[in-house]
């Protein structure tokens, strides 16, 4: 499970977001699930890693994860060996084989902790100017199955022995009243 305060709260309701997250947190029980936070960026979650109770989550999923941000996420991580890290791959990094070479060299020393790579698959239509529509999966869309398909033929050589699960990151199809 994962509990989203990026894309899922608008940011006008980020304090009622973050109040909702502590309650959440703190009559959180043990549980087989695992249970992710999903922050709305670094800032966010330096916050939401002094809530008290935090250590009742299992871990986080990084947004926007990419060259520009992976120092400073991973820095967070470095001291707080419990937690799980989900990197959302969502920038323009995705086009790029050197970019996606540093993202795992820098991922290699965290590869234990790393249960899931998931793959922001509406971001990155969006950087293409595209939009799915619903009739339609993931690998009928053709540069997003590229896209896949390069990274997956790009990550399997390196022998990285984390799972290397690719999933989309959709927001909900809104149907329209005619539907």
Not at 42 to 67: P, W
Not at 92 to 112: A, N, R, W, Y
Request: aromatic share 8%.
């Amino acid at each position: 499970m994962v509990i989203c305060l990026e894309d899922s709260t608008a940011l006008s309701d980020m304090p009622k977001g973050m109040q909702r997250l502590e309650r959440i947190i703190k009559d959180l029980t043990l549980s087989p699930l695992k249970v992710f936070i999903r922050p709305r960026n670094i800032e966010n979650l330096r916050v939401i890693l002094r809530l008290q109770n935090i250590n009742s989550i299992d871990g986080f999923a990084l947004a926007k994860f990419d060259t520009q941000n992976i120092a400073e996420y991973l820095s967070l991580f470095i001291a707080q060996k419990h937690f799980y890290i989900m990197p959302i791959l969502e920038t323009k990094d995705v086009f790029s084989h050197v970019q996606l070479g540093k993202i795992m060299q820098e991922l290699e020393p965290f590869k234990e902790r790393i249960l899931v790579i998931r793959m922001g698959g509406e971001d990155i239509l969006s950087m293409l100017g595209m939009m799915r529509t619903c009739d339609k999966t993931i690998y009928e869309i053709l540069p997003l199955y590229l896209i896949f398909s390069t990274i997956i033929n790009l990550l399997k050589p390196m022998d990285l022995r984390f799972l290397l699960l690719f999933l989309l990151v959709l927001k909900p199809w809104k149907r329209s009243k005619e539907s």
